[in-house]
């Protein structure tokens, strides 16, 4: 069992950067394929940003080029770097590791874009 917990939400004004981070339990850590996805109010819950195989990186559209996302595998913990965020970028993120049949969520970490 893996547990996931995201942390560096917040509340940002359009146009800055935040870096969400997700730390892992468990020692299996570097086997998982690693994602970010968020949903906004009203709206069904999305893909961000994944690494597949350890390297293979794949970002949605929206946020391509803005957001990066990376893995310390010494540290069990998956990132996101956000830049030059926009309002549209508000919802809850969450984190994901899958491996086969397993699949685990975070809980969520809230961020908002706003002036």
């Known amino acids: 069992q893996v547990q996931l917990v995201e942390s560096g939400g917040g509340l940002v004004q359009p146009g800055e950067s935040q870096r969400l981070s997700c730390a892992a339990s468990g020692s299996l850590f570097s086997m998982y394929d690693l994602g970010w996805y968020r949903q906004a109010p009203g709206k069904q819950r999305e893909l961000v940003a994944v690494i597949i195989s350890g390297v293979i990186t794949n970002y949605a559209d929206s946020v391509k080029g803005r957001f990066t996302i990376s893995r310390d595998n010494a540290k069990n913990l998956v990132y996101l770097q956000m830049n030059s965020l926009k309002p549209e970028d508000t919802a809850v993120y969450y984190c994901?590791?899958?491996?086969?049949?397993?699949?685990?969520w975070g809980q969520g970490t809230q961020v908002t874009v706003s002036s």
């Open positions: 994901r590791l899958t491996s086969g049949s397993e699949d685990y």
